[in-house]
């Protein structure tokens, strides 16, 4: 089925954007005199607003986004060029992406990244498949391309084939698509293309194809990679990283808005002078560049000077013009002046930083590349300014003006009126501008406002004094406005914050009509309204003396009571302050965080109260639960611990972010509740100590407290009842020294190290932090981190107690080889007696230094600032070991030399 556009697309103008391309004097009855004022001055207000906004954020990019101002305002394309990461994609979203179309409330925007793969029908738009069959004809649903749109980014345009380039070339510049016998206009007015690439290195790479692609683009740019001033890298993450998320760019404008401004662009005047002058100068100045070229061969200028570029130059003085009287001198006049030649640099060089960031950037550059375009804008600039300054003087004609006739004085004018004559009419629009400023009526003097646009547009009263009377109400709205915030600021007088609030919010309604004078208003309204909220919210909102008597009486449904009376007074406070939020408030200060603090200050205060109540619950819990065992207790107490969640979830929903009221009410009261559990456990049983653990985690999860304890409190409280448990066995004096001893005395000893204990218990409680990690190594070393929180006295108890056990063990081993070492006889006979000994049984097949080598590993691990000390005990093993090998090898030896022996003799015999 063949796709239909919705609707024709009309050109959004009576003529084709570049149909008139004399830029001579104009009629001396301007149209722009029947563009609505109003509509005018608000354009011109959202439009500087929009590109204030712009400089604020893109810091170092004049030059860029004057160009795009121009750009937009004399319906031209702009080239930004520069090395990637120098923000010239997030520039196109932050101007392109926030013009609207009033008609959709959408951007109207075409956008494509290019590449090899790009093929023309997705920069025109895909081809009517039907109607290439029945007819033969190629035809394009040209509203999904780029001409169906009034904006178009173009991103790596030169990653593009040649033939892409030469249709884009033609689309960007006729504004419209040839098929067959018929004509397709389109809507575009400006595009905004992008390259990573360096323009000389494109330039040079297929001049004559390019540089016609070039001519044809108003304006050129060059973004360097780096800041002339290193401190403006600070700045912008300052501005773009720091702070919350909200959204640093408010400003939007619409197209409408652009409508209006190119239409008073369009009949800015220019005189004859000013276009004799404009002749010479661009003559001037192609003469100059040429004579570079041929001075400096490696010189390569971006732009020549076509006739095209000459008529387009008047084009762009006009958009400079009306740019000028937005931005920077709101009392001009719509005429071109010599001082206006200026503007012409955006537009004839490639332009980029200021003379001053120049030289600071060449000062620091070391790549090539980067060097060579900044210093062809150097010199670009510095020719175009030799070529202005040496512009002979240029005289301007007045612009002409209608004049209106007046009527001849009657005969004896000069006399006295007679009193019979009537009294001069009645100034309506002056009486009812006056009546609504003497009201104090916002809603009224909006309505005067319009119906003052009204009746210029409708042509009852003069353009001229419509916009006066307009400034005139709108200083008066302004002052109202003031008055009702200062008063606000100043405590609103007895009325309650909340009820003040809301006036404030309501007059901003009011007063926001859409226009940009207005919107501003409004914002500073509500923005006074946010601070008021935020101020109320951060001075114990809901507080009240009571809290101090139920602190003092131990009153727990009182302090309940006063704790839901907190969390009220904050949720209301949150409502008013979403729907300021929601109207486009924004914090006067800057101060974002305010409100959080104050939500966090309340949240303390809130678990004060509820402490109190916890605490009587408790008690009343302990007495029905002797045993005093966890799940007990916080069954008895689950209500509480109920009503503890909901709480938390609505502080949650006010704050933004997770709350920590459960855990502060209970974390310290449930701390010392557990370590009372932990010195009942029997820490002589290690396994069954590591499941009373898991019991204990278990049950808090269960009670939704699994963060209340911190795991260093867990391990603390473990390592305090590991160490109870860790007994030494009493040492044998005087008996000797024997496997059967040995066995004893290692039957008498822990055989689960303490640091292994911990080790399994930190995974249990701090099990985020393990599971989390991205190796076993890494791992490891999150134990490590969690025991390295507990204090220094108590990890040194901790590996002492193990070393020590280590250490009883390597002492009997030393002293049983010490004994077998000392006895009489021949190599036979003392193998005879190690062997019998079983000592080699201990070493060799129960592995016991092994086993002592790694469990002194395993504590170096879990607490690697005690390395030193585990070292010595690994170098006792170590020597006992060499030591023990040494000797046996030797009576080895020596018996296998007396057995050699008697065989040698046996066969002598």
Same mark, same amino acid.
């Given at each position: 089925?063949?796709?239909?556009?919705?609707?024709?697309?009309?050109?959004?103008?009576?003529?084709?954007?570049?149909?008139?391309?004399?830029?001579?004097?104009?009629?001396?009855?301007?149209?722009?005199?029947?563009?609505?004022?109003?509509?005018?001055?608000?354009?011109?207000?959202?439009?500087?607003?929009?590109?204030?906004?712009?400089?604020?954020?893109?810091?170092?990019?004049?030059?860029?986004?004057?160009?795009?101002?121009?750009?937009?305002?004399?319906?031209?394309?702009?080239?930004?060029?520069?090395?990637?990461?120098?923000?010239?994609? $997030?520039?196109?979203?932050?101007?392109?992406?926030?013009?609207?179309? @009033? @008609?959709?409330?959408?951007?109207?925007?075409?956008?494509?990244?290019?590449?090899?793969?790009?093929?023309?029908?997705?920069?025109?738009?895909?081809?009517?498949?039907?109607?290439?069959?029945?007819?033969?004809?190629? @035809?394009?649903?040209?509203? @999904?391309?780029?001409?169906?749109?009034?904006?178009?980014?173009?991103?790596?345009?030169?990653?593009?084939?040649?033939?892409?380039?030469?249709?884009?070339?033609?689309?960007?510049?006729?504004?419209?698509?040839?098929?067959?016998? &018929?004509?397709?206009?389109?809507?575009?007015?400006?595009?905004?293309?992008?390259?990573?690439?360096?323009?000389?290195?494109?330039?040079?790479?297929?001049?004559?194809?390019?540089?016609?692609?070039?001519?044809?683009? /108003?304006?050129?740019?060059?973004?360097?990679?780096?800041?002339?001033? =290193?401190?403006?890298?600070?700045?912008?993450?300052?501005?773009?990283?720091?702070?919350?998320?909200?959204?640093?760019?408010?400003?939007?404008?619409?197209?409408?808005?652009?409508?209006?401004?190119?239409?008073?662009?369009?009949?800015?005047?220019?005189?004859?002078?000013?276009?004799?002058?404009?002749?010479?100068?661009?003559?001037?100045?192609?003469?100059?560049?040429?004579?570079?070229?041929?001075?400096? =061969?490696?010189?390569?200028?971006?732009?020549?000077?076509? #006739?095209?570029?000459?008529?387009?130059?008047?084009?762009?003085?006009?958009?400079?013009?009306?740019?000028?009287?937005?931005?920077?001198?709101?009392?001009?006049?719509?005429?071109?002046?010599?001082?206006?030649?200026?503007?012409?640099?955006?537009?004839?060089?490639?332009?980029?930083?200021?003379?001053? $960031?120049?030289?600071?950037?060449?000062?620091?550059?070391?790549?090539?590349?980067?060097?060579? $375009?900044?210093?062809?804008?150097?010199?670009?600039?510095?020719?175009?300014?030799?070529?202005?300054?040496?512009?002979?003087?240029?005289?301007?004609?007045?612009?002409?003006?209608?004049?209106?006739?007046?009527?001849?004085?009657?005969?004896?004018?000069?006399?006295?009126?007679?009193?019979?004559? =009537?009294?001069?009419?009645?100034?309506?629009?002056?009486?009812?501008?006056?009546?609504?400023?003497?009201?104090?009526?916002? &809603?009224?003097?909006?309505?005067?406002?319009?119906?003052?646009?009204?009746?210029?547009?409708?042509?009852?009263?003069?353009?001229?004094?419509?916009?006066?009377?307009?400034?005139?109400?709108?200083?008066?709205?302004?002052?109202?406005?003031?008055?009702?915030?200062?008063?606000?600021?100043?405590?609103?007088?007895?009325?309650?914050?909340?009820?003040?609030?809301?006036?404030?919010?309501?007059?901003?309604?009011?007063?926001?009509?859409?226009?940009?004078?207005?919107?501003?208003?409004?914002?500073?309204?509500?923005?006074?309204?946010?601070?008021?909220?935020?101020?109320?919210?951060?001075?114990?909102?809901?507080?009240?003396?009571?809290?101090?008597?139920?602190?003092?009486?131990?009153?727990?449904?009182?302090?309940?009571?006063?704790?839901?009376?907190?969390?009220?007074?904050?949720?209301?406070?949150?409502?008013?302050?979403?729907?300021?939020?929601?109207?486009?408030?924004?914090?006067?200060?800057?101060?974002?965080?305010?409100?959080?603090?104050?939500?966090?200050?309340?949240?303390?205060?809130?678990?004060?109260?509820?402490?109190?109540?916890?605490?009587?619950?408790? &008690?009343?819990?302990?007495?029905?639960?002797?045993?005093?065992?966890?799940?007990?207790?916080?069954?008895?107490?689950?209500?509480?611990?109920?009503?503890?969640?909901?709480?938390?979830?609505?502080?949650?929903?006010?704050?933004?972010?997770?709350?920590?009221?459960?855990?502060?009410?209970?974390?310290?009261?449930?701390?010392?509740?557990?370590?009372?559990?932990?010195?009942?456990?029997?820490?002589?049983?290690?396994?069954?100590?590591?499941?009373?653990?898991?019991?204990?985690?278990?049950?808090?999860?269960?009670?939704?407290?699994?963060?209340?304890? /911190?795991?260093?409190?867990?391990?603390?409280?473990?390592?305090?009842?590991?160490?109870?448990?860790?007994?030494?066995?009493?040492?044998?004096?005087?008996?000797?020294?024997?496997?059967?001893?040995?066995?004893?005395?290692?039957?008498?000893?822990?055989?689960?190290?303490?640091?292994?204990?911990?080790?399994?218990?930190?995974?249990?409680?701090?099990?985020?932090?393990?599971?989390?990690?991205?190796?076993?190594?890494?791992? #490891?070393? /999150?134990?490590?981190?969690?025991?390295?929180?507990?204090?220094?006295?108590?990890?040194?108890?901790?590996?002492?107690?193990?070393?020590?056990?280590?250490?009883?063990?390597?002492?009997?081993?030393?002293?049983?080889?010490?004994?077998?070492?000392?006895?009489?006889?021949?190599?036979?006979?003392?193998?005879?007696?190690?062997? $019998?000994?079983?000592?080699?049984?201990?070493?060799?097949?129960?592995?016991?230094?092994?086993?002592?080598?790694?469990?002194?590993?395993?504590?170096?691990?879990?607490?690697?600032?005690?390395?030193?000390?585990?070292?010595?005990?690994?170098?006792?093993?170590?020597?006992?070991?060499?030591?023990?090998?040494?000797?046996?090898?030797?009576?080895?030896?020596?018996?296998?030399?007396?057995?050699?022996?008697?065989?040698?003799?046996?066969?002598?015999?």
């Amino acid at each position: 089925m063949r796709r239909e556009c919705p609707r024709p697309i009309p050109c959004r103008r009576d003529v084709p954007p570049h149909a008139g391309l004399y830029v001579g004097p104009r009629s001396p009855l301007p149209s722009a005199a029947m563009v609505d004022p109003i509509r005018l001055e608000a354009a011109s207000n959202r439009f500087r607003a929009f590109f204030d906004e712009l400089h604020h954020i893109f810091l170092e990019r004049d030059d860029v986004l004057l160009q795009l101002a121009l750009a937009l305002l004399a319906r031209e394309h702009l080239l930004v060029t520069g090395p990637p990461g120098t923000a010239k994609s $997030q520039l196109a979203s932050a101007v392109l992406g926030r013009i609207l179309d @009033e @008609e959709t409330g959408e951007p109207s925007l075409y956008a494509r990244q290019i590449g090899e793969s790009t093929v023309q029908t997705d920069l025109i738009g895909p081809i009517d498949f039907k109607t290439l069959m029945e007819t033969g004809r190629t @035809e394009h649903f040209t509203d @999904e391309g780029m001409l169906g749109a009034v904006h178009a980014f173009l991103d790596e345009i030169f990653d593009g084939r040649d033939m892409l380039l030469r249709s884009a070339l033609n689309v960007l510049h006729e504004r419209e698509v040839k098929q067959g016998g &018929t004509v397709k206009r389109g809507r575009i007015e400006c595009a905004l293309m992008t390259t990573n690439r360096y323009i000389a290195d494109v330039l040079e790479g297929a001049r004559e194809t390019l540089l016609a692609f070039v001519d044809r683009i /108003a304006f050129v740019s060059f973004v360097p990679r780096g800041f002339a001033d =290193p401190s403006r890298l600070a700045l912008v993450l300052r501005r773009h990283v720091g702070g919350s998320s909200r959204a640093l760019l408010e400003s939007m404008l619409s197209v409408q808005d652009l409508d209006a401004l190119q239409h008073a662009a369009d009949e800015v005047h220019v005189s004859d002078p000013v276009c004799d002058g404009l002749a010479t100068l661009l003559e001037r100045f192609d003469r100059e560049l040429n004579a570079a070229v041929r001075a400096d =061969p490696a010189f390569v200028p971006t732009r020549y000077i076509s #006739t095209r570029t000459a008529v387009r130059s008047g084009r762009v003085l006009r958009a400079a013009v009306m740019a000028d009287k937005i931005l920077h001198n709101p009392k001009r006049s719509l005429e071109v002046l010599p001082s206006d030649f200026k503007w012409l640099r955006l537009h004839l060089l490639l332009s980029g930083p200021t003379p001053d $960031q120049t030289e600071a950037l060449l000062g620091r550059e070391s790549d090539p590349n980067e060097r060579r $375009q900044i210093e062809i804008v150097r010199t670009e600039r510095s020719i175009f300014e030799s070529c202005l300054a040496q512009m002979p003087p240029i005289h301007v004609k007045p612009r002409p003006t209608v004049v209106e006739k007046k009527a001849a004085p009657a005969e004896g004018g000069n006399k006295k009126k007679r009193k019979s004559e =009537p009294p001069p009419p009645e100034d309506k629009p002056r009486g009812m501008l006056d009546q609504a400023v003497a009201s104090r009526d916002a &809603t009224r003097l909006l309505s005067v406002m319009r119906e003052l646009g009204a009746q210029a547009r409708a042509g009852s009263i003069e353009p001229e004094r419509a916009g006066a009377l307009v400034k005139e109400a709108t200083t008066a709205l302004t002052t109202l406005v003031v008055r009702r915030g200062i008063d606000a600021a100043a405590g609103g007088g007895q009325k309650p914050i909340g009820e003040v609030v809301k006036e404030l919010s309501r007059l901003g309604a009011e007063v926001d009509d859409g226009t940009a004078g207005t919107r501003a208003l409004a914002r500073w309204l509500r923005g006074r309204a946010l601070v008021m909220v935020d101020e109320a919210a951060g001075h114990a909102a809901g507080a009240s003396s009571t809290d101090l008597v139920a602190s003092i009486l131990d009153d727990g449904t009182e302090a309940q009571k006063r704790a839901r009376a907190r969390i009220d007074a904050l949720e209301a406070l949150y409502e008013l302050r979403r729907e300021l939020l929601a109207e486009g408030a924004v914090h006067e200060t800057g101060e974002e965080k305010a409100w959080q603090r104050a939500v966090a200050a309340a949240e303390d205060d809130i678990a004060i109260l509820l402490d109190i109540s916890l605490r009587i619950v408790v &008690t009343s819990a302990l007495k029905s639960a002797p045993s005093r065992r966890l799940a007990e207790v916080l069954a008895a107490i689950a209500p509480e611990l109920d009503r503890l969640d909901v709480m938390a979830a609505r502080l949650q929903k006010v704050r933004g972010a997770p709350s920590t009221l459960k855990e502060k009410v209970t974390g310290p009261r449930l701390g010392a509740l557990i370590e009372a559990v932990f010195k009942g456990f029997d820490a002589r049983d290690r396994p069954a100590l590591v499941r009373e653990v898991e019991g204990l985690v278990a049950v808090l999860v269960k009670a939704g407290l699994a963060r209340a304890i /911190a795991p260093e409190a867990f391990l603390g409280w473990a390592a305090e009842a590991l160490l109870r448990g860790d007994v030494a066995p009493q040492a044998r004096e005087g008996k000797k020294h024997d496997y059967d001893g040995y066995r004893k005395l290692r039957a008498a000893e822990q055989r689960v190290s303490s640091a292994y204990t911990l080790a399994e218990i930190a995974l249990v409680v701090a099990s985020d932090a393990v599971r989390e990690a991205p190796s076993p190594a890494e791992a #490891t070393a /999150a134990i490590a981190s969690a025991t390295a929180k507990l204090p220094e006295a108590l990890r040194g108890r901790v590996v002492a107690g193990d070393l020590a056990r280590i250490g009883r063990a390597l002492d009997y081993l030393e002293r049983f080889w010490q004994d077998l070492e000392g006895a009489s006889g021949g190599a036979e006979a003392r193998l005879r007696e190690i062997v $019998q000994s079983r000592f080699f049984d201990v070493l060799w097949d129960d592995s016991a230094l092994t086993r002592f080598s790694l469990e002194a590993r395993n504590v170096a691990e879990v607490f690697p600032a005690h390395v030193a000390e585990i070292d010595v005990v690994r170098r006792r093993i170590d020597a006992l070991d060499e030591r023990t090998r040494v000797a046996v090898t030797e009576l080895f030896r020596r018996r296998s030399d007396a057995e050699w022996e008697k065989a040698l003799r046996a066969g002598d015999a």
